[in-house]
């Protein structure tokens, strides 16, 4: 329970894996799609707020494209050579905790993959809704200022499948414009680290990227503010405190060329307790929790070896009683996969 109640980042659960990535759902992104549908469902006679139904259907959408813009870092990720462990959904949006090797090309593949999901969604959506109105161009909502509404009616109709399409497009468009703002450490500050990084290296990369994102997030936490829009205020006071964070640690020298940089943006929570007379600090928040993954990690590692070791004496023993030749194709893949393991280790002994 202390370990629970030791960081808000705790409190989420687990829904399952997928291609070998944990997806967590924080509470308070269930407790807010709680309140926005229920306050859709009270209703107050207000004709133009979308019905539970809508809302729904939107809180749902706007989950799925989240989701999969995530799952774009952590393939992106994993196609330069790195690791990609989690996802989690939490008010703010995604959080991908992944490791791309220290490198500028990789950063930049793995800050791309996930607006690039959301590029793909809106040509495919587009396509769709112009074929779908015989090639009407306004069928899509292409202005930024107005992303749920076509620029044309001609051929549409409002309460068919293209509505729930031009919504479609409008997250789309909506979660890629946003995340493609040049402010760390959001997509586009990620990327722009990435180009910095060749010329100025790591260390002034990062900084510059994370004192760009610092007036950003002092741009976006005004604008929040006098538009209402409370939770752009609070994204932009998170982006902020990540920025400020990472600059400490940059100046103390804790991240260093070597180190590991990953999109896991929730870090921002963590505290930065570094003892003035040189002892020894308690392992941060994240530090325990890296450590707890990367000691999971390590334990799975030793079950699938045992598991393959009992194999091969099955094999061992099998051989010995019916013959090299009643072995499956898979049996003597294995075998033979073993067999070469004990030979390279054997000639590196040497």
């Known amino acids: 329970m202390a370990r629970f109640l030791e960081n808000p980042i705790n409190w989420s659960f687990g829904a399952g894996r997928l291609f070998g990535i944990a997806i967590r759902i924080h509470m308070l992104f269930v ?59 939490w008010p703010l949006g995604g959080l991908a905790t992944v490791a791309p090797p220290h490198n500028p ?78 402010v760390f450490p959001l997509d586009g500050g990620r990327v722009l680290q990435a180009l910095l990084w060749p010329r100025k290296g790591f260390h002034a990369s990062m900084m510059l990227a994370s004192g760009v994102g610092m007036v950003g997030a002092i741009g976006f936490a005004v604008i929040g503010l006098f538009s209402g829009a409370v939770m752009l205020f609070f994204i932009a006071v998170f982006g902020y405190w990540t920025c400020w964070q990472q600059r400490q640690q940059l100046k103390m020298g804790v991240v260093s060329e070597g180190g590991e940089f990953g999109y896991d943006f929730s870090r921002g929570y963590a505290a930065f307790d570094e003892p003035a007379d040189g002892a020894q600090a308690r392992p941060s928040f994240w530090q325990r929790r890296r450590a707890k993954k990367q000691e999971a990690r390590h334990r799975r590692e030793q079950e699938r070896v045992e598991a393959e070791r009992r194999r091969i004496d099955a094999i061992l023993r099998k051989i010995s009683s019916h013959g090299i030749d009643s072995l499956t194709p898979k049996e003597r893949q294995l075998l033979q996969r073993e067999s070469h393991r004990q030979a390279s280790g054997d000639h590196k002994g040497r």
């Open 105 to 182: 090309r990789a950063h930049l593949i793995t800050a791309l993959a996930g607006p690039a999901v959301n590029v793909a969604f809106c040509v495919v959506t587009a396509v769709v809704l112009i074929l779908w109105t015989g090639g009407n161009f306004g069928a899509v909502p292409w202005n930024p200022f107005h992303l749920f509404r076509p620029l044309s009616y001609a051929g549409f109709d409002a309460w068919a499948a293209q509505k729930w399409l031009v919504v479609f497009f409008g997250l789309n468009m909506l979660i890629l414009l946003f995340n493609l703002a040049p």
């Open 31 to 89: 407790l807010g799609a709680v309140v926005v549908f229920a306050r859709a469902f009270a209703g107050d006679g207000d004709v133009m707020r979308p019905s539970p139904v809508e809302t729904l259907g939107q809180i749902s959408l706007l989950f799925l494209i989240v989701l999969l813009h995530e799952f774009g870092h952590c393939f992106g990720c994993r196609s330069t050579g790195g690791t990609a462990e989690e996802i989690l959904m």
